[in-house]
């Protein structure tokens, strides 16, 4: 689709280009706002060339990276198209924020401007134009009742329960915990069959290593350490772990921050004394294995200090050991073994908490508890490496999935229902954008308990329904899986 440049916006008038002049001195909140709530004169709307637009959707209001708002849904041209809306000001702003370069532009199908400009938004990958609206030209004068109001009502547009949400405040709380109970089961499940074809060889611990290994990781550093965990398997580490602790620590992470590069310069200046003889030990002790690094470091960014890769890998280094004398997949086996025998007994949630403590403690000594990197320094007070919510995060993506998987092709049910019993008590993770979106959307009306299973089923309901039908919520068939009060359940 081809449109003219800098094209006049034809048709408008003095009172109009006043409105725009008063928009445009306010921030970009006005106009998401105006999108948001289709704040728009009554005059059809139109694309900048000529395509009639309608708007299905507007889309979710999205606060964190990435476009304004997804999933929306628009007719243009009599098309039906779904995807995302970004807004700006003035159209110049997609290249000067350099969407056209970010892939997480890619699925943006319309961009809304308050004025044109020289260049239309284009794609990353094709480098194709995106239809775009110039709003300018459809504001209303009530505009200006909302000048002061757009954060309001964006908050406000944000905080509207889905159609799920207002079927869920008719119904019994427990017919909406069931749903996401259920849903929460199916994620479990799909996981654990992603797992299934790695086992029934011999490497089952390895297999589980490997998993541990790369969640800890996160996604920018997942691959990598998942490489570090074939370059250095776990057998070959058990006997370094039979060592004393200090040797132990040594030798194993000599081999890790080696490998990835974290080794290299020959003295860190400004670290002080403690860091530097720790860090002198760690490098003597990579050059005397004479082995290459297969990494030149760590990606930045992204991570809290006292969430740093370094602080995780050491971490696991210390739950290894706490874990590993009689074998780390015998450790976890013993632990759920436990758990089963107290299946039904008020003490479960007790002791599944205190091993999953002790499991991951890191101890007082260990002087990465007040460190983030060696180059970058101190914490302002010492933390665990580890901390309750990366063990829950570790559980729900990792140690669950793969013991799930492993009852399965045992046919053990019993573990089975100890590992759903663990969904139910562990506490939830951090909240994060998608878990927040569906707290607001399905349980803002009727909240439910903050359980990693809640959080679980939560999560598979916004993939399953927010983001892969692209209906939106009037033609979700999420809302009619909740029973309405009084309905009975088969
Ligand atoms: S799309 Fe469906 S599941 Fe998502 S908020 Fe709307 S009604 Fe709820």
Redesign the pocket.
Known sequence: MRRNQAQPAAGTTQAQRSLVAEVASHREALLQACWAHQCWSGRALRTCDGEALEVLTPGWLNRGPGPDFTEARLSIGGREYWGDVEVHLEEQEWGEHGHDRDPRYERVILHVVLRRGQRPATRFVSGEAIPALEAGRYLSAQVLDIVQDAEDMLRRYERL?????LRAALSAPEAVSRVVAHAAEVRARDKAERILPLLGSDGEEQVLFRIVFSYLGYRPCAKLFAALADRFPLESLLPLLALPYPEARAEVLARWFGALGLLQAESLPGADADCQADYGELRARWAALRLPSTADGLPRGGSRPWNSPERRIVGLFHHLYTMGAGGWLKGWLAFLHKLDGLRDRPEFRKEALGHLERAFATPGWEPWRGMYSFARGRLGRPARLIGTERVTMLMANAVLPFFLARARLGADAEMEKVLYRLYLILPAEAPNQRTRF?ER??AGLAPQKRTLRTQQGLLQ??QD??TS?Y???ER????DLIAPAGASQC
Request: proline share 10%; hydrophobic share 30%; charged share 15%.
């Open positions: 329960p889905g159609r799920c949400g569906m959307r399905l309901i916004h329904f927010c039908f209906e939106g919520c979700c068939g999420f809302p």
